[in-house]
């Protein structure tokens, strides 16, 4: 499974950007990680494959949303009202078999290459 994220970029802090990852075949439950510079990779958002459990991590609830189109087997992260914070690395995921929205990410095999996204004045 290959997965690719468009859609990253430089955008002022109270913005919007929304990313994509596309994948190279079916999925089940997929997710979004971040990695800012000099710190872990963390859980961002995930969504099972039929979308009917979301999880977000605390950080970007009420201000991200998750989604996913299967027919196009692509991912979507909607990113609103955005701050510096936000600014890393944000990395698709996908399992093979996994039906829980989990945030471990161990439980992803399928990994993008990461999109930069940047949130400054």
């Known amino acids: 499974v290959q997965l690719v994220e468009s859609g990253g970029g430089l955008v002022q802090p109270g913005g919007s950007l929304s990313l994509s990852c596309t994948s190279s075949e079916r999925t089940f439950t997929m997710g979004w990680f971040r990695q800012a510079p000099g710190k872990e990779r963390e859980f961002v958002a995930a969504i099972t494959r039929a979308a009917t459990n979301t999880n977000y991590a605390d950080s970007v609830k009420n201000r991200f949303t998750i989604s996913r189109k299967n027919t196009k087997n692509t991912l979507y992260l909607q990113m609103d009202n955005l701050k510096p914070e936000d600014t890393a690395v944000y990395y698709c995921?996908?399992?093979?078999?996994?039906?829980?929205?989990?945030?471990?990410?161990?439980?992803?095999?399928?990994w993008g290459q990461g999109t930069q996204v940047t949130v400054s004045t």
């Open positions: 995921a996908a399992t093979s078999d996994y039906s829980v929205a989990s945030a471990d990410s161990s439980t992803y095999a399928y």
